[in-house]
């Protein structure tokens, strides 16, 4: 009976915040706190994502070390981790425990040889945050070893405000950014072999100061999945609302001792940028597609032709896409990018 009532006045009170019109940054610090009235745990960590590369995008909320939280970030890139983002961004249900898994799988995982035994950490439960299709943020609680693990009823939980939260989370992505910040210059940061900062131009140090979070951890994760793919990216955003791109790359030839892998950072460009605009509001896959169209000024005919689709059904999906941006013309349509720029 408590939790069901403490899950009711949570839910309303996340449900609240919402329409509160904070930050990704202090909403999630907020949604954090009333979560773990409901469902108590030891260590948890709350971020935005990119929703295309699943990548760290800002707005981290965390109480486990930095250590810790990079540890996972590599597991996660590196090692395959059980019950990763890319696997849960594809499930039905937003939610799942490491207690849910056959417990050979679980006990063998490098996530919880490695990182979450080590730390002293048993149960994990992870919660990913999605609106129509396109996921902008994930929760991550831990219980120390020996607790009881999370249960049905924790995990319902979540389940029913896990919406919420990712809507609470667009609404405060979606936010114009201050039109008088000066220009961002490009700047870059360097990691070496083991994933530490060894050096970083000053005006890289000027963009990470107005990430909200731990830069460093956001920056590692891209480095990492570069060191790993070649190369990496997310669309990182600014606390005055403007969006970077960190571009990470993997260095060939430097010797073994020297920086292996770098992040740049820049203003993202319009073409970057386009993609998760278009998903902060709320337009489905086929609707940025011909949104991307319009604002390349392919004529509608053309555009019908390549998508294989009728003028009607293109005229239906035009008119849901200018409702969606609050548009009444390409021109308009195109501003929505240049405005965040």
Same mark, same amino acid.
Not at 206 to 217: F, I, K
Not at 241 to 262: E, F, K, N
Not at 284 to 293: F, G, I, Q
């Given at each position: 009976?408590?939790?069901?009532?403490?899950?009711?006045?949570?839910?309303?009170?996340?449900?609240?915040?919402?329409?509160?019109?904070?930050?990704?940054?202090?909403?999630?610090?907020?949604?954090?706190?009333?979560?773990?009235?409901?469902?108590?745990?030891?260590?948890?960590?709350?971020?935005?994502?990119?929703?295309?590369?699943?990548?760290?995008?800002?707005?981290?909320?965390?109480?486990?070390?930095?250590?810790?939280?990079?540890?996972?970030?590599?597991?996660?890139?590196?090692?395959?981790?059980?019950?990763?983002?890319?696997?849960?961004?594809?499930?039905?249900?937003?939610?799942?425990?490491?207690?849910?898994?056959?417990?050979?799988?679980?006990?063998?995982?490098?996530?919880?040889?490695?990182?979450?035994?080590?730390?002293?950490?048993?149960?994990?439960?992870?919660?990913?945050?999605?609106?129509?299709?396109?996921?902008?943020?994930?929760?991550?609680?831990?219980?120390?070893?020996? =607790?009881?693990?999370?249960? %049905?009823?924790? &995990?319902?939980? #979540?389940? @029913?405000?896990?919406?919420?939260?990712?809507? !609470?989370? +667009?609404?405060?992505?979606?936010?114009?950014?201050?039109?008088?910040?000066?220009?961002?210059?490009?700047?870059?940061?360097?990691?070496?072999?083991?994933?530490?900062?060894?050096?970083?131009?000053?005006?890289?140090?000027?963009?990470?100061?107005?990430?909200?979070?731990?830069?460093?951890?956001?920056?590692?994760?891209?480095?990492?999945?570069? =060191?790993?793919?070649?190369? %990496?990216?997310? &669309?990182?955003? #600014?606390? @005055?609302?403007?969006?970077?791109?960190?571009? !990470?790359? +993997?260095?060939?030839?430097?010797?073994?001792?020297?920086?292996?892998?770098?992040?740049?950072?820049?203003?993202?460009?319009?073409?970057?940028?386009?993609?998760?605009?278009?998903?902060?509001?709320?337009?489905?896959?086929?609707?940025?597609?011909?949104?991307?169209?319009?604002?390349?000024?392919?004529?509608?005919?053309?555009?019908?032709?390549?998508?294989?689709?009728?003028?009607?059904?293109? &005229?239906?999906?035009?008119?849901?896409?200018?409702?969606?941006?609050?548009?009444?013309? +390409?021109?308009?349509?195109?501003?929505?990018?240049?405005?965040?720029?």
């Amino acid at each position: 009976m408590h939790i069901d009532t403490s899950a009711a006045l949570a839910r309303e009170a996340v449900r609240k915040l919402v329409g509160s019109g904070l930050d990704p940054d202090e909403f999630l610090h907020e949604v954090s706190a009333r979560v773990r009235r409901v469902v108590p745990h030891d260590s948890s960590a709350w971020m935005t994502l990119d929703p295309d590369t699943l990548l760290p995008s800002g707005a981290l909320q965390y109480d486990k070390s930095p250590e810790l939280a990079r540890a996972s970030w590599r597991n996660e890139v590196l090692d395959g981790a059980v019950q990763n983002l890319a696997e849960l961004a594809g499930r039905a249900s937003p939610v799942a425990a490491l207690s849910q898994l056959d417990a050979g799988r679980a006990a063998n995982s490098p996530l919880v040889q490695q990182i979450l035994r080590p730390a002293g950490l048993g149960d994990e439960m992870r919660v990913m945050l999605r609106v129509d299709g396109s996921t902008w943020g994930f929760g991550v609680m831990c219980r120390e070893l020996g =607790s009881r693990d999370f249960d %049905a009823d924790e &995990r319902t939980f #979540l389940a @029913d405000i896990a919406t919420d939260i990712g809507e !609470g989370l +667009r609404r405060g992505l979606s936010r114009r950014p201050d039109p008088d910040a000066d220009t961002l210059v490009p700047g870059v940061v360097a990691f070496d072999v083991q994933g530490q900062v060894v050096s970083a131009t000053a005006e890289a140090a000027r963009m990470t100061a107005l990430m909200s979070g731990d830069a460093t951890t956001m920056l590692y994760a891209v480095a990492v999945a570069a =060191s790993h793919r070649g190369s %990496a990216s997310a &669309r990182v955003r #600014l606390t @005055d609302g403007r969006w970077l791109l960190a571009q !990470g790359g +993997r260095m060939y030839g430097a010797p073994h001792d020297s920086a292996q892998v770098t992040v740049a950072l820049a203003s993202a460009p319009s073409p970057d940028l386009t993609s998760v605009l278009l998903r902060l509001h709320r337009l489905s896959a086929r609707e940025r597609e011909v949104a991307k169209l319009l604002m390349h000024g392919r004529r509608t005919d053309e555009i019908a032709a390549r998508l294989y689709i009728s003028q009607h059904t293109l &005229r239906d999906h035009v008119k849901s896409i200018f409702t969606k941006v609050g548009a009444r013309s +390409r021109a308009e349509l195109t501003a929505l990018v240049s405005d965040h720029t």
